[in-house]
């Protein structure tokens, strides 16, 4: 039988486990002491460096007044957007306007607490600093305040010295702004990829429409970009963005933001991503380029990053039509052009993933222009074209689309014209619904209009297309004007004592290199005939070169040279020979359309202006233009001289060689001419009504032949009447009145004076406007010819 354990024993061992408790709770508070002392330590040096680091800190006080930066927006007269310039695309959104849907989205992912908290989560920074001691990845959990403070003052690197400045950053933005404020900045500070900055530029960006219209499914994809701009983007990466539109949408619905019901709709809502330009947009470039370089030369660089609003004197109608005119005309021109071949050659792999590789990479060197698509051929025959466009459509070109490159089809095509599997072609949609090949035109053109009674311009397109040719035709483009230029010479003549009713005569002439100073001169008509004696207004009507020869023979080139001069043109630039009679001067098209302006007002000269007005961001009046007054100081010629030339342009388009434009138009109130210059290089048409003056210019920007039978009539007036017949859709016919010292004897015009010096009779149908022989003052005073110069007008008829 075991004997019991003595008492002796027990307190020995009792004694060994009292003192090892003893130790451990001294272990244990050594250690928490350690712990207490080095928190301590690290509160104390982070104390420090807040506190040295909070002086250093930047100002932040103009945030109460956010200006970020904002781009230079270039508009319409009625506002459309036509251009916008700087390096980031943004719309200055106030908080009140941004959608609750826009901010729910927003608040449900990136800070669901945000109007809880006081701007730090506290947990989420100690996870971090973890995260960077360790060199780990960090976990994120930054505040949308601290985001502000990031975006708007720090760099994005992940160290612990920037992390503190962030804190005392967000510190100082809790305290100086207030929520709304702070989320404001947030919503138009943020870059959200493809140049936008903000929700607002995003919903233009992705979905092309305003930020108030997005709905809940386009919110929550807006919503994602934030944390990877790349990486979700829906243009380049649909699938990923797409499982992070759907993560979002959970979100909003567990924190209440939106129901059961509307979750489920976001997340079977099919989204419309603007994948290329907006079509919808009025294709001004050449406008928002010039104004673009205006504005910068007022307000230098800063014009990129002000918020400038510019609103320019075009009409987005007018401007448009202008647009489809000009590339329809010269779209028609090159249906009659030689097929120049492919413009590029690839070869297609065999597989699928390398084949879009090399369809990629094709497209996106050659990329559509406007209604002229690329597309590579996947198989060629003379029948049929099987083709394949960028977003993968395939499409069959047979019948009359295959004519115009049906040199291609050939078996004995040069290889570089061949259509083979592999070509790089361009395709058109036709009317009739059916495909047609086509070819990017090598032709320039310019179309420009403006108010002759303001000088504002209210179209201009200067050329083909901007991205293709940024050289802006309508400004830049000095050409020979060739007949066009000849109602000028014309106007000069009536000062001389020339009328309507001259007779001179249209037969050959010939002039020798001893008087010409140089090679023999046998000028030609266009026709290469000879119609004998007609009258002055026959004669433009025919658009004779002998007549416009013989009247600048008769009248001195000298003087012809310094009259053109009041319509704005530059002496230098018409060189005072007869060939100034068949324009061979240099001109810009919207020289022309000033000119042209001089007739239609009455013989007052305007410039040209394209800025109504200047705003800020917040839309204060920087800037307003003024258009010249038409009075004394701006006339150019007598009102009877512009009567005059009223009266034989709108012959020309009455009978002459632009008769299409009062035939199509029908209304009298039409009036121009038509230029075609030597070997026809250049082709022109400059006319005008009352409220409008218009130029129209088609040719190569290296001078060639556009060919034989190319002419202004057949190639600008077309264009020029289909941007007038919508232009002028509405406004009434207005005919001219009669100025003083002009007579009307037997259905013709006169200037009183010269009716009676010339012994003409008025035949009982005298019609005179004010008082006979009396004119208003004028740049250049009429004069009434000398009796030897009557003798030469006279002498041009026996000549």
């Not at 003192?19 to 712990?35: C, F, P």
């Not at 809790?174 to 138009?188: A, G, R, V």
Request: charged share 20%.
């Amino acid at each position: 039988m075991a004997s019991p354990p003595s008492p002796t024993s027990s307190a020995q061992t009792a004694a060994p486990r009292s003192g090892l408790s003893r130790w451990l709770l001294r272990a244990a508070a050594w250690l928490l002491g350690l712990a207490v002392a080095g928190v301590l330590c690290v509160v104390m040096v982070v104390a420090v460096a807040m506190a040295m680091a909070y002086p250093n800190l930047p100002d932040i006080s103009e945030l109460s007044d956010y200006q970020p930066k904002l781009p230079l927006r270039v508009y319409s007269a009625e506002g459309a957007l036509l251009g916008e310039f700087g390096e980031e695309r943004r719309n200055l959104t106030p908080i009140k306007d941004v959608p609750q849907v826009m901010k729910d989205a927003v608040l449900a992912v990136e800070d669901a607490r945000f109007y809880q908290h006081g701007g730090v989560d506290y947990i989420g920074v100690f996870r971090a600093g973890l995260a960077n001691l360790g060199r780990a990845k960090s976990q994120g959990a930054s505040t949308i305040t601290m985001q502000v403070a990031r975006n708007v003052y720090l760099s994005s690197e992940k160290t612990f010295t920037r992390k503190i400045y962030e804190i005392l950053l967000t510190f100082k933005l809790e305290h100086l702004l207030s929520k709304d404020q702070i989320l404001e900045i947030y919503m138009n500070q943020i870059f959200l990829g493809n140049r936008a900055y903000g929700f607002s530029a995003a919903a233009d960006t992705y979905f092309g429409k305003p930020l108030k219209d997005v709905t809940v499914a386009e919110a929550a994809m807006l919503a994602g970009l934030p944390k990877a701009p790349s990486a979700y983007n829906p243009i380049s990466n649909p699938k990923r963005a797409r499982i992070r539109q759907l993560y979002i949408i959970d979100r909003m619905e567990d924190n209440g933001f939106i129901t059961e019901a509307q979750a489920e709709q976001a997340r079977k809502e099919p989204l419309k991503v603007k994948f290329g330009p907006d079509s919808s947009r009025v294709h001004a470039e050449y406008v928002a380029e010039t104004v673009r370089q205006l504005v910068v030369a007022q307000y230098g660089t800063a014009a990129y990053t002000r918020g400038l609003n510019v609103y320019t004197t075009i009409a987005a109608v007018d401007q448009d039509v202008a647009y489809k005119a000009l590339r329809k005309g010269i779209m028609d021109f090159e249906r009659r052009q030689v097929y120049r071949g492919p413009e590029k050659f690839i070869t297609l792999p065999s597989t699928p993933k390398e084949q879009d590789d090399a369809l990629d990479d094709v497209f996106g060197d050659h990329p559509d222009n406007g209604d002229v698509m690329a597309a590579v051929v996947l198989e060629a025959t003379p029948k049929k074209i099987h083709a394949i466009r960028p977003n993968g459509d395939t499409l069959e070109i047979t019948g009359d689309g295959l004519k115009p490159a049906q040199s291609g089809l050939s078996d004995k095509a040069p290889p570089h014209i061949k259509l083979r599997r592999g070509a790089l072609i361009r395709v058109v949609k036709t009317p009739k619904d059916s495909w047609e090949i086509t070819q990017l035109p090598e032709v320039e053109g310019a179309f420009v209009a403006l108010d002759p009674r303001t000088g504002a311009i209210k179209a201009l397109v200067g050329g083909f297309d901007f991205e293709k040719n940024k050289f802006n035709h309508v400004t830049q483009a000095w050409r020979q004007p060739g007949s066009s230029f000849k109602p000028f010479i014309y106007s000069a003549a009536l000062e001389k004592g020339f009328g309507p009713a001259t007779v001179v005569n249209d037969a050959p002439l010939f002039f020798d290199a001893g008087t010409t100073g140089g090679q023999p001169w046998e000028p030609k008509n266009y026709d290469g005939t000879f119609d004998g004696p007609m009258s002055l207004r026959r004669g433009l009507a025919k658009s004779k070169n002998m007549i416009s020869i013989r009247v600048l023979q008769s009248i001195g080139a000298r003087y012809a040279q310094d009259w053109v001069t009041h319509f704005g043109f530059e002496a230098e630039k018409h060189p005072a020979y007869l060939t100034m009679a068949l324009g061979a001067g240099s001109v810009t098209p919207m020289q022309m359309a000033t000119g042209y302006s001089v007739f239609a007002n009455g013989g007052y000269r305007v410039n040209p202006w394209v800025i109504d007005r200047i705003t800020d961001q917040k839309g204060k009046l920087l800037v307003q233009s003024k258009a010249t007054p038409l009075d004394d100081s701006t006339r150019a010629i007598s009102p009877r001289n512009a009567f005059m030339m009223q009266s034989l342009l709108q012959e020309v388009a009455r009978s002459g060689t632009a008769a299409k434009a009062q035939a199509t138009l029908k209304r009298p109130d039409i009036y121009g001419k038509t230029g075609t210059t030597n070997d026809s290089m250049d082709a022109w048409f400059a006319g005008f009504q009352p409220t409008l003056a218009a130029v129209t210019w088609i040719g190569y920007d290296t001078p060639r032949k556009l060919g034989d039978r190319e002419t202004g009539g057949g190639l600008s007036l077309p264009v020029w009447i289909t941007f007038m017949e919508r232009a002028l859709k509405g406004v009434p016919v207005m005919e001219p009145s009669v100025p003083e010292g002009v007579v009307n004897v037997g259905g013709e015009w006169y200037y009183d004076e010269f009716s009676r010096n010339n012994g003409v009779s008025h035949l009982g149908n005298d019609e005179r406007g004010g008082s006979a022989g009396t004119a208003p003052p004028m740049t250049a005073p009429a004069t009434a010819p000398a009796s030897d110069e009557r003798s030469k007008i006279l002498d041009l008829f026996r000549n």
